[in-house]
């Protein structure tokens, strides 16, 4: 019994490490709230959850807080880049919806689905990238948009995850009310950690490469 709740009990360090992606979540929850802070709070959420696939530790609130200070200026102009174009998707589509017919309401559906494809992707390294290393957005962005073609696979991959949610509530909103719970508890937080461990052999092929 003395051993159930030992550390080194993998029951007890799942748990441990479930209870670190429930409270994250949360905190990216209640922090993107103010819709303006929603970028640091995206990004403070990459942070935790790199040190949780890392484990090495620094606490999920001092390492959240500490990530959302410290990023806050270019994750918030990412966030209202990411806002810009989104809006910009969405009236393109609806635009396409409303004035065009046939062959070349087909053909402007592919490229509003491309051009989504691609603003996901880039969001998708965009964050990892910021919360790894120290460069200004311009770089990030060029860096985002060479590693999307470079590892493309793992970009499609990401783009699946990232468009998953927004995929199930309006294709199928039934379903998602049926899952909203596990959204708000852990789902928010699952998607930057799935990321985190992706890009890890990436990141760690570019690092070794550059010594």
Same mark, same amino acid.
């Given at each position: 019994?003395?051993?159930?709740?030992?550390?080194?009990?993998? #029951? &007890?360090? +799942? $748990?441990?490490?479930?209870?670190? !992606?429930?409270?994250?979540? %949360?905190?990216c =929850?209640?922090c993107?709230?103010?819709?303006?802070?929603?970028?640091?709070s995206?990004?403070?959420?990459?942070?935790?959850?790199?040190?949780?696939?890392?484990?090495?530790?620094?606490?999920?609130?001092?390492?959240?807080?500490?990530?959302?200070?410290?990023?806050?200026?270019?994750?918030?102009?990412?966030? #209202? &880049?990411? +806002? $810009?174009?989104?809006?910009?998707l !969405?009236?393109?589509?609806? %635009?396409?919806? =409303?004035?065009?017919?046939?062959?070349?309401?087909t053909?402007?559906?592919?490229?509003v689905?491309?051009?989504?494809?691609?603003?996901?992707?880039?969001?998708?390294y965009?964050?990892?990238?910021?919360?790894?290393?120290?460069?200004?957005?311009?770089?990030?962005?060029?860096?985002?948009?060479?590693?999307?073609?470079?590892?493309f696979?793992?970009?499609?991959?990401m !783009?699946?995850?990232?468009? %998953?949610?927004?995929a199930?509530?309006?294709?199928?909103?039934?379903?998602?009310?049926?899952?909203?719970?596990?959204?708000?508890?852990?789902?928010?937080?699952?998607?930057?950690?799935?990321?985190?461990?992706?890009?890890?052999?990436?990141?760690?092929?570019?690092?070794?490469t550059?010594k």
């Amino acid at each position: 019994m003395k051993n159930l709740f030992r550390w080194d009990n993998p #029951l &007890i360090q +799942l $748990l441990t490490a479930l209870a670190d !992606v429930i409270l994250t979540n %949360l905190l990216c =929850l209640i922090c993107c709230l103010p819709v303006v802070t929603a970028g640091a709070s995206i990004a403070a959420t990459y942070k935790v959850m790199l040190n949780l696939s890392q484990d090495t530790g620094g606490g999920i609130w001092n390492t959240f807080f500490t990530a959302f200070r410290e990023n806050f200026k270019q994750a918030t102009a990412v966030w #209202l &880049i990411t +806002l $810009l174009v989104g809006a910009s998707l !969405v009236c393109d589509y609806i %635009l396409v919806q =409303l004035y065009f017919q046939g062959g070349l309401h087909t053909a402007l559906l592919i490229v509003v689905a491309v051009l989504t494809f691609l603003a996901l992707a880039i969001l998708a390294y965009l964050y990892p990238l910021m919360i790894r290393y120290q460069n200004t957005l311009r770089e990030h962005l060029h860096n985002a948009m060479i590693l999307c073609i470079y590892k493309f696979p793992k970009t499609i991959l990401m !783009v699946v995850l990232h468009a %998953l949610p927004f995929a199930l509530a309006l294709l199928l909103p039934a379903a998602f009310l049926y899952t909203i719970l596990f959204w708000v508890l852990m789902g928010f937080a699952l998607i930057p950690l799935a990321d985190v461990i992706i890009l890890k052999p990436v990141f760690e092929e570019l690092e070794n490469t550059a010594k």
